[in-house]
């Protein structure tokens, strides 16, 4: 059955920092996509990143990155040199061909910076 | 490009009223429209996914006499939450997919507290 998996629950660093959330998926499907969402104390989910099965390219945007591994079935999103701002719920996410694209969230992670 | 709306933003009702929260995709046409409810520390739960013109399809376990969902046209949805009770408080989110059925746009949320 298809699955997310964020075995962190909460994670706190000290300012400057780098920090790696985890996502571990489960899916029968060849066809699904991948995401992670910030959720900042406000709610509002804010895509960060869009990733499909067939892509497992690697993908750096300023301090972030991912890590799409479809080996281990995971999804890792890495923050380098943390900083306050980016305290929130971090949710990955999986949407799948033969779910007709329901996303299926995972638990989230709690980041908090601290300066 | 690909803004939901929805409003209100926040609401408090008394116990025993009804509530209606709206879902509009702004610049864009909306094939489906999903809404989710978050509690407290939680993870997004899908409640229900719907079409223009069809009814609502209920993820199990969600009261569709309690939640009413209707999907009026391209770029309207709305959810009413009838006979509202202190449980129901929560944060209400809604999204939308456009021609791409893979990724959804999420609204703001909207925050209900029934006293």
Not at chain 1, 32 to 41: G, V
Not at chain 1, 70 to 99: H, M, P, R, W
Not at chain 2, 60 to 72: M, P, S, W
Not at chain 2, 86 to 97: G, L
Request: aromatic residues 14%.
């Amino acid at each position: 059955a298809q699955k997310v998996t964020q075995a962190q629950t909460e994670i706190s660093v000290v300012e400057k920092e780098d920090v790696t959330l985890d996502c571990v998926y489960e899916t029968r499907d060849t066809t699904y996509y991948l995401f992670w969402y910030k959720q900042p104390p406000s709610g509002e989910l804010v895509f960060l990143i869009r990733r499909n099965s067939f892509d497992e390219q690697n993908e750096i945007s300023g301090r972030y990155s991912w890590n799409f591994q479809k080996s281990t079935s995971s999804f890792n999103f890495t923050i380098t040199a943390s900083q306050v701002v980016d305290s929130a719920v971090y949710f990955c996410a999986l949407s799948e061909q033969s779910g007709t694209y329901k996303y299926i969230f995972g638990t989230g992670t709690r980041l908090k910076v601290l300066a | 490009g690909a803004v939901v709306s929805q409003h209100p933003s926040w609401v408090i009702c008394k116990s025993g009223t009804s509530v209606k929260i709206e879902c509009r995709s702004l610049d864009f046409q909306a094939t489906t429209m999903f809404w989710y409810r978050q509690f407290p520390k939680q993870s997004l739960m899908l409640m229900a996914t719907s079409n223009e013109g069809s009814k609502a399809t209920y993820e199990q376990g969600v009261e569709k006499d309690k939640f009413l969902i209707n999907h009026a046209s391209l770029t309207l949805s709305t959810l009413t939450v009838t006979s509202a009770h202190p449980e129901d408080s929560s944060f209400y989110i809604c999204s939308a997919t456009g021609t791409e059925s893979y990724e959804q746009y999420f609204g703001p949320g909207t925050r209900l507290t029934v006293t």
